[in-house]
């Protein structure tokens, strides 16, 4: 019984049919030294009872190393299951090691968030790693624009279905390594493209390409890569959006320093001047940049231009202010043929002054820079994408903003004729794919 010693958790994702029982079969069989237990949340079987039994590190899935979870979802109902089970794991078994396996979420954040700050699991495990299993030929399929995209509307999970594209980014960017599994099914030329992709939704994870998901137990377990600080802020569009946002703010700050404003427009400044290109991965054309303003733009121009994106773009993100949505802060997500924007929370600068000031007072390092009459509104969004044409792009966004003729104009308008959310938790959504390819 280990009391002290916090055990090591491996989260692991992965959409439908990536190979993630195969994975877990391959890292029991060949765990060496280690006792694995692995737990599994399986949405599919109703009235199991959770059946904590673990140990033997040669025994497969089937033969029953598996605490399984059943009923519903990990992060929402089964949450206190999984903690109880974790907890009840630790008390009774011994072992080197947990498998988390929250099948049928998209989203491991919140399982990884269960290991850490101060509940009862978090005082006997740290998460280790959280591990995407991907599947090469769909992640190829869904985001080459060479290939047949596909639209395929896949597994649910808390919210009833949703589109392929959102699930495969959304876990490899929360993810420290990707197994980059069924290479078998891709080109060689195909693997590094997907490479390329994963390394520019999520830079830094470890890549690991695997057929059969045959990896090095050692390489996969036993290594320390999640940080609980960081992995929020560790997707590639939230590393550009915040890079370019210090930038702007040390800049702020300097001319603070200096004693004047050299009198420089904000109003329409361009963001990618500001080195907001990143080009780690422009062998395989895989490139982004950042698109920053502080106007507002017009409703109906914004969401048509974004529910058509070119095919080029693989991720696009970030916040979004949209006239006639001046209490809203909008949160805009695509991926793939799939975009929404959703109410994410309220712009700091349409809280009651007193809130305001304690807002700024509480956090003197905003991060970005105060607009004087705007204060914390403004857009903010990261392209990621495969020869993506960013002129074409940024000049059609700007068409989007209003004009000076509208900016003095009444907005009453954009307030009616608005087709984005107007409260936080509202989600409009821009483009879906088709159901069948
Ligand atoms: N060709 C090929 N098939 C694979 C590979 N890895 C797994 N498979 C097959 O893909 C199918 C799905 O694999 P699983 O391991 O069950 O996938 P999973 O992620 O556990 O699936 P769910 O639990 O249903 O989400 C199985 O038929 C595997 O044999 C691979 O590298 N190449």
Redesign the pocket.
């Known amino acids: 019984m280990r009391s002290t010693d916090e055990t090591p958790v491996t989260v692991l994702s992965?959409?439908?049919?990536?190979?993630?029982?195969?994975?877990l079969n391959h890292l029991l069989r060949n765990a060496g030294e280690r006792t694995i237990a692995v737990l599994v949340n399986d949405m599919g079987e109703l009235n199991v009872d959770a059946e904590l039994v673990s140990e033997q590190s040669d025994l497969s899935v089937a033969d029953g190393t598996v605490a399984e979870l059943s009923n519903g979802c990990i992060c929402c109902e089964l949450r206190d299951d999984l903690e109880t089970a974790v907890v009840r794991l630790a008390r009774e078994r011994d072992f080197d090691h947990l498998v988390v396996e929250p099948?049928g979420i998209s989203d491991p954040a919140p399982v990884a968030r269960l290991f850490t700050g101060g509940s009862p699991a978090a005082a006997r495990y740290r998460v280790e790693s959280v591990v995407a299993?991907v599947d090469a030929r769909l992640f190829a399929d869904t985001f080459d624009a060479d290939g047949t995209p596909s639209k395929t509307v896949a597994e649910g999970g808390e919210e009833g279905t949703r589109p392929i594209s959102d699930l495969l980014v959304e876990q490899v960017e929360f993810a420290d390594a990707v197994v980059l599994?069924?290479?078998?099914?891709v080109s060689d030329a195909e693997r590094e493209r997907v490479e390329s992709v994963v390394k520019a939704l999520r830079p830094g994870a470890d890549i690991i390409p695997?057929?059969?998901?045959e990896v090095d137990a050692d390489e996969l377990l036993g290594v320390q890569r999640f940080d609980p600080q960081s992995a929020a802020e560790a997707a590639g569009w939230r590393r550009m959006l915040d890079a370019a946002e210090r930038e702007d703010a040390a800049e702020a700050d300097a001319e603070g320093a200096e004693g004047g404003h050299d009198g420089h427009d904000h109003g329409d400044h361009s963001g990618h001047d500001h080195d907001g290109h990143s080009h780690p991965q422009a062998a395989y054309g895989v490139d982004s940049f950042t698109y920053r303003r502080r106007r507002p733009f017009h409703p109906g121009r914004v969401a048509e231009l974004l529910s058509d994106l070119p095919e080029s773009v693989i991720r696009s993100k970030g916040s979004m202010w949209v006239a006639g949505r001046e209490e809203t802060h909008l949160t805009y997500s695509q991926a793939g043929p799939s975009a929404y924007v959703e109410g994410s929370g309220r712009w700091i600068a349409s809280l009651p002054d007193f809130e305001q000031d304690a807002y700024r007072r509480n956090r003197s390092d905003l991060g970005f820079e105060w607009d004087d009459e705007w204060g914390d509104r403004r857009t903010g969004l990261v392209f990621i994408g495969r020869e993506m044409d960013e002129e074409g792009l940024v000049a059609a966004l700007d068409d989007c903003l209003l004009t000076d003729e509208e900016m003095a104009a009444d907005w009453d308008a954009f307030e009616s004729e608005n087709p984005f959310p107007d409260s936080p938790g509202d989600r409009t959504t821009l483009a879906e794919p088709t159901p069948e390819g």
Request: glycine share 14%; net charge positive; with cysteine.
């Open positions: 992965g959409s439908l049919g990536a190979g993630k029982t195969t994975l099948s299993v599994n069924k290479c078998d099914l695997a057929t059969y998901a």
